[in-house]
């Protein structure tokens, strides 16, 4: 390992991470990708609408001194309605990788991956 490499990483417990990524930061790589090439999308789509939903939650737009211009039509909102739209129209049959995707094995043998 070069020593930039050494220095980019970091210890997690007792396993190195590399590139100094968490497992979080993983997990939100994978539903970014699965989203942005259309694999996956049911689920993709649950964890995208779930961290939105808990991320408006977390800035609860009806505090007094909230920075939200209109709290029922947040932007957390309009992406956890756009992720449940993308999934529901497959467009990751039209604009991704879906099609090839469900024709894998994997898939095919667990329908919940599709």
Do not use: C, K
């Amino acid at each position: 390992m070069t020593a930039f490499a050494v220095g980019m990483s970091r210890f997690q417990g007792n396993r190195r991470v590399a590139g100094g990524l968490d497992p979080h930061a993983d997990l939100l790589l994978a539903i970014g990708g699965a989203l942005m090439l259309g694999i996956g999308l049911r689920i993709a789509a649950g964890a995208t609408t779930a961290m939105m939903l808990l991320m408006y939650l977390a800035e609860w737009p009806f505090a007094a001194n909230a920075g939200s211009t209109n709290p029922l039509i947040d932007y957390h909102i309009i992406y956890a309605l756009v992720a449940i739209v993308v999934a529901v129209l497959a467009a990751g049959d039209t604009w991704g990788l879906g099609e090839r995707w469900r024709q894998l094995r994997l898939v095919q043998q667990s329908h919940w991956l599709v």
